[in-house]
């Protein structure tokens, strides 16, 4: 069964400072990852998705199939980066069944 | 264009109770699922409908059901209520394969 792990509950990071969260996976197919968002108050929404390729709000993510890894990084962190991040893998198979992790919550203090 | 949206918020309910939530889907979406969240467990998934067929299923008892109509709304009914039911539960559509999925508000169930 696929697994999703994001090991760190809490990031506290200052603004302008570098912020990676941690997420790695088992499944042994080639799996679709995610990476979604929650603002203080506002529901679950899309940051990235790693077929996109995108940069979103300075966010990138890359994922390495040889570590089973799919890390959310932004080179300097702003107060509005504040919230709680969910890594979430999905199955070609099984579309619509999102295995998320347990979700880190980043605060950015100024 | 509508987001996803839940009713009803927020619910208080007993033990023994049963309760249905309803979740409509963005407009052209045919995919929703279910998900419960609680701080313990975090985000579980629950079940999928895709044009009123249940694709997928999560490990939920089977005091936890679900069904879609025509129009891609679906429901979501959970009987026999216990104290460990009290969470968020969220519904995401979208169009199906290969496609973003959007959340809604979810509604907050307490069992009492």
């Known amino acids: 069964a696929q697994r999703v792990t994001q090991p760190e509950k809490l990031l506290s990071v200052f603004k302008g400072a570098p912020v990676e969260l941690k997420c790695n996976y088992s499944?042994?197919?080639?799996?679709?990852l995610f990476w979604y968002v929650q603002y203080s108050r506002q529901r679950l929404q899309l940051l990235l998705r790693?077929?996109s390729r995108e940069s979103i709000k300075g966010f990138t993510a890359d994922l390495n199939k040889g570590e089973t890894s799919f890390h959310l990084k932004k080179p300097f962190a702003q107060e509005e980066d504040s919230a709680m991040y969910y890594c979430a893998l999905v199955t070609t198979d099984s579309w619509g069944k999102f295995q998320f992790g347990a979700g880190t919550q980043v605060v950015v203090t100024p | 264009k509508a987001g996803v949206t839940q009713t009803p918020r927020y619910l208080i309910k007993t033990r023994g109770q049963q309760v249905t939530l309803s979740c409509s889907p963005i407009?052209?979406?045919?995919?929703v699922s279910w998900y419960q969240q609680t701080p313990g467990q975090g985000l579980q998934f629950l079940f999928e409908y895709f044009s009123e067929t249940q694709r997928n299923k999560g490990n939920f008892p089977g005091r936890f059901s679900g069904r879609q109509f025509s129009n891609s709304r679906s429901e979501m009914n959970v009987s026999t209520l216990e104290l460990g039911d009290s969470a968020l539960y969220l519904c995401?559509?979208?169009?199906?394969?290969?496609?973003?999925?959007?959340f809604g508000q979810g509604t907050r169930l307490t069992v009492v």
């Open positions: 499944y042994s197919g080639s799996p679709e």
């Open positions: 995401a559509s979208s169009m199906g394969h290969n496609t973003e999925a959007f």
């Open positions: 407009s052209g979406h045919r995919s």
């Open positions: 790693h077929i």
